[in-house]
């Protein structure tokens, strides 16, 4: 079972507020993922990390979203200025190695009103 | 890029059926995992399988990747084994470590 833990677990933002969601991954893997999956179910991988150092990171990303893994900090996700389309469920995973087998937190669950 | 292709999309069993989950690729994977999403949101990973049979419990995991599709098989359903199946890939050699998932498979088990 996962030991990946993200909070809060739900967060409601109005839109232009900001939103910042956390994960700790498991003790042991310095590779870190978000991905967002909407309410269609379909996966967006938005950044990784290895250690605290940024792996790849999508464009969406780079404008209103920003994510740090700071070092014996738990790993951060921040939207800068909500909006509605940003409702989704924002998954955290780590893993040993870059490809190794990826292990999911709970996700935080954002609403965007 | 990548792409994965899930079927069925929905699947609605009585309890105690085998249900046969399929996911194709578009390229070779050196990574393919699959999940089981609880209807709160958690993704569990079910096998890390790129090649090979795997078993766990009632769970089999097939995968074939010179022809690029992979299997997922449910003995004897049970009502907790609803939920939705996730197949996901990575771009293989060379590519990103992120992964690449299909649109799921919704299993619906009834007593």
């Known amino acids: 079972n996962s030991k990946v833990i993200q909070t809060p677990r739900y967060l409601v933002k109005g839109q232009g507020q900001k939103a910042k969601m956390r994960c700790i991954p498991e003790?042991?893997?310095?590779?870190v993922f978000w991905y967002q999956q909407n309410k269609n179910n379909e996966f967006k991988f938005l950044i990784n990390?290895?250690?605290?150092?940024?792996?790849?990171q999508i464009d969406m990303t780079e404008k209103r979203f920003s994510a740090e893994c700071p070092s014996n900090s738990p790993c951060s996700l921040e939207i800068q200025s909500s909006e509605a389309g940003d409702s989704a469920l924002y998954l955290c995973a780590s893993s040993r190695l870059g490809y190794a087998e990826q292990f999911f937190g709970p996700g935080t669950r954002l609403t965007v009103l | 890029g990548q792409q994965v292709q899930q079927s069925p999309a929905s699947l609605v069993l009585q309890e105690g059926e085998n249900a046969e989950l399929q996911c194709n690729f578009s390229?070779?994977?050196?990574?393919l995992q699959w999940f089981y999403q609880h209807p709160g949101g958690r993704l569990v990973s079910l096998f890390y399988n790129p090649s090979g049979t795997k078993h766990t419990g009632r769970l089999t995991s097939t995968t074939v990747t010179n022809e690029r599709r992979s299997s997922l098989h449910i003995s004897s359903s049970q009502t907790t084994d609803s939920g939705t199946y996730f197949c996901a890939i990575d771009q293989g050699q060379g590519g990103s470590a992120k992964l690449i998932f299909g649109e799921g498979t919704k299993l619906t088990v009834s007593s």
């Open positions: 003790k042991g893997h310095p590779v």
């Open positions: 990390f290895q250690n605290q150092e940024v792996l790849q």
């Open positions: 390229s070779t994977a050196t990574r």
